[in-house]
């Protein structure tokens, strides 16, 4: 029995080996070629570990020849800028569709399990139309307008709304707090797990995001890191492949240096569609 | 006070009110509006052409074959994005010590930018420079050029697609598996369920029936959605075998400008998603009842 065990750890361990080096193959590709020097990239003679150390160009090429580090503040304003705005409306919102009574609160939580069915890609022509017609394409606003409203968010927090008790809210109410108040200072404290959940969700889906900006956005000043990456790689036709890979990694890092500090955060955050 | 609560209420709901009006519903009520006419960005004139963009779409080779690829590409990623991920989650679910390592490893892709690791992937399948290539040479397949070949690249993208969901679903059902408490499992033995596979025939599988449900619809919309890979790696190409739903949406909507039949093509998206959404509902309802 208890070799059994023992075989079938080892088994179980060799599966799950394979599987992880198929899975972290293009990481570890990606993080070794960003460090290759051309010669060893195009050359005959393949070594895993490059010889020389040419770390340094190729870093210094990806951040210099190309608009990566405007691409990577402005994936930062537009990410925060999301999120703060996201809060400030379906905090509120989702406080009122779970403790308060008010006319249309069913019609605005049917608008809410309907919007959640529907991506992007589907107000997107209409909203492009009207940013048009506004004037306002090729603008941070009209990156992020679109997502200033989120019916996952709404969903989410009403959710835990629901569940805080009633009688702090009236003992709160009783000590003269008003509405604005129960709701910013007592009841967003509370929601912190389920906010940070959120946070990490709608920066990780924001940051990721290819489909709007490549919509909106038409110049260099306004582009955003997935752009970036693109861009970069079609005027590298001579194929600097040590300085494309060094960008993507400068890309993908934020995310994933955040995921490796804040583990469990992001597999509850990213993971929150689930089922509960 | 329950006058003061309603007020508040209403104050509190209208700004989402208000975003509902601009984003969502507005936006459908042009959409469906502009579906039957023939706009086009930047027209004078517009005429009313009823459901002909509908029945256009029909007849329309290019979506029809857009169609097809992107149910094809659900078929080849979902199979092993459910089974693949329910798989791996028994075996971490079984390790102690290395549990969180492999958890890592096998959502790092879920976590990554998309955009990104598809350049990568790109490089890595390069016919020449690209190891994957060399590996395939190694056993007799030389000069397979896998995002280049019609047969192939819908498969190939399939499987980034795979690459990426699988740690997904991992997660999905390393929580339903922590949900099963023990003692149904020593009750199980007791009643003669020996082995594993009897154990997971048994006990693991039905338990799990809610989640897998879940798992498989949440995957299916997030292969039916696949557009970052197609735009960044093959552009529908080659001879249109990765042309998919809403790349071909994206095409025509903002890089032809044939606004009326995009509006339309996003109208029958929408459908489809609405339907998936539905079942999704279902599933979730009856996992209430289950539990």
């Not at chain 1, 537009?78 to 409306?89: E, S, T």
């Not at chain 2, 005429?47 to 963009?53: A, E, M």
Request: aromatic share 12%; charged share 10%.
């Amino acid at each position: 029995m208890r070799r059994r065990g023992f075989l079938g750890a080892l088994l179980s361990h060799a599966v799950l080996l394979a599987g992880a080096v198929l899975m972290a193959a293009p990481f570890l590709w990606m993080l070794l070629t960003s460090i290759r020097p051309p010669e060893e990239v195009f050359g005959t003679v393949f070594n895993l570990i490059p010889t020389r150390f040419a770390g340094f160009e190729n870093y210094a090429e990806a951040l210099t020849s190309s608009n990566l580090p405007r691409a990577m503040l402005n994936g930062v304003i537009v990410c925060v800028g999301i999120l703060a705005v996201q809060l400030l409306f379906a905090i509120p919102s989702a406080y009122a569709l779970a403790k308060l009574k008010f006319r249309g609160r069913e019609w605005l939580f049917g608008l809410v399990l309907f919007g959640l069915c529907v991506p992007i890609q589907v107000p997107a022509l209409p909203l492009y139309l009207g940013l048009a017609q506004a004037g306002l394409l090729d603008t941070f606003f009209a990156l992020m307008a679109p997502f200033a409203l989120t019916v996952f968010g709404m969903f989410l927090f009403r959710q835990f709304f629901r569940g805080y008790p009633e009688e702090v809210l009236d003992a709160a109410r009783l000590d003269g707090m008003g509405e604005f108040e129960i709701v910013w200072r007592l009841a967003t404290p509370a929601a912190l797990p389920a906010i940070a959940a959120f946070s990490i969700f709608s920066i990780v889906a924001h940051w990721n995001d290819l489909y709007w900006p490549l919509i909106v956005v038409t110049s260099a000043e306004r582009s955003v890191p997935s752009l970036a990456i693109l861009a970069f790689r079609d005027t590298e036709t001579g194929g600097n492949y040590g300085a494309l890979m060094a960008a993507a990694a400068i890309t993908t890092a934020p995310l994933i240096l955040g995921f490796f500090a804040a583990r469990r955060a992001f597999l509850r955050g990213i993971t929150m569609t689930g089922p509960r | 006070m329950s006058n003061s609560k309603a007020i508040a209420g209403a104050a509190f709901a209208a700004p989402a009110f208000a975003l509902m009006l601009a984003l969502l519903i507005g936006p459908l009520v042009v959409l469906l509006a502009l579906s039957v006419t023939d706009y086009r960005l930047g027209a004078l004139a517009v005429n009313l052409v009823g459901l002909g963009h509908y029945a256009a779409l029909f007849s329309d080779e290019v979506f029809q074959r857009a169609l097809r690829n992107t149910f094809l590409y659900v078929g080849f990623v979902l199979p092993g994005a459910v089974f693949g991920g329910l798989g791996i989650a028994l075996l971490v679910h079984a390790r102690i010590r290395t549990r969180s390592f492999y958890e890592v490893i096998y959502f790092l892709p879920v976590t990554s930018t998309l955009v990104a690791m598809a350049t990568v992937w790109q490089f890595m399948l390069h016919p020449s420079l690209g190891p994957v290539s060399a590996i395939f040479s190694a056993f007799g397949l030389a000069g397979v050029d896998l995002l280049n070949d019609p047969d192939l690249a819908l498969g190939t993208l399939a499987m980034i697609g795979l690459w990426q969901q699988v740690g997904f679903n991992m997660v999905l059902f390393l929580a339903g598996l922590s949900a099963i408490p023990r003692d149904l499992y020593e009750a199980a033995a007791l009643d003669g369920a020996g082995g594993g596979a009897d154990r997971f025939l048994r006990v693991t599988w039905p338990l799990l029936g809610p989640t897998t449900m879940f798992v498989t619809i949440t995957s299916t919309i997030a292969a039916f959605k696949v557009f970052d890979t197609v735009a960044v790696l093959t552009k529908g190409g080659p001879l249109g075998s990765t042309e998919t739903l809403l790349y071909v949406l994206y095409l025509e909507g903002f890089q032809y400008f044939r606004t009326g039949y995009a509006a339309a093509m996003t109208i029958v998206l929408l459908a489809f998603l609405i339907i998936l959404s539905v079942i999704q509902a279902r599933v979730i309802d009856r996992k209430v009842h289950y539990a």
